[in-house]
Structures are given as C-alpha cells and as structure tokens.
C-alpha cells in the first residue's frame, strides 16, 4: 500500500528527517515506525507514566510540615 502526505509541518519534517539521518534509515522507514509506534501497532506504543507506582507513598514528617509552613507564611508588609 502506499500514501502521499501532504502539508507536512516543517518541524515534523526536521524532526524525520534528522532521526533518518541519526540512523542511517530512510525517512520512508522512520516515518513508518513512528506511524506505527503512534497508533500502538508495534507491540510497544508510546511509553506513558502516570505515577500510580508513588502515589499513597507520602510519609508524613512534622519537620517538613514546619519548613513548609514557615515557607507559606505572608508577610503584609510586602503587599502593600
């Protein structure tokens, strides 16, 4: 199967064609590995965090508690 694209953006064009020359591929395979990597169909998809293996790992600490609220405290006189 083939495509033309069109109106490709110049800096996704850069982008191609710099990782073509990175290496040492045609922009024809990196383009299709990108297509491919973007719609999941490579087996990898893109690489996503969401931080579900930190969240509830917070450890209270009174001392962190008392710097940090030292930190928020408003001084009125610099907000005149």
């Known amino acids: 199967m083939q495509y033309t694209l069109r109106n490709v953006p110049p800096h996704l064009d850069r982008a191609l064609r710099h990782r073509a020359q990175e290496e040492k591929k045609s922009l024809n395979e990196v383009a299709l590995e990108a297509l491919l990597q973007a719609f999941a169909l490579r087996g990898e998809g893109l690489k996503r965090r969401d931080l579900s293996d930190v969240a509830g790992t917070w450890i209270e600490d009174p001392e962190v508690d008392r710097a940090l609220e030292e930190q928020r ?5 610099l907000w005149r």
């Not at 405290?73 to 006189?77: F, G, L, R, S, T």
């Open 73 to 77: 405290k408003i001084d009125p006189e």
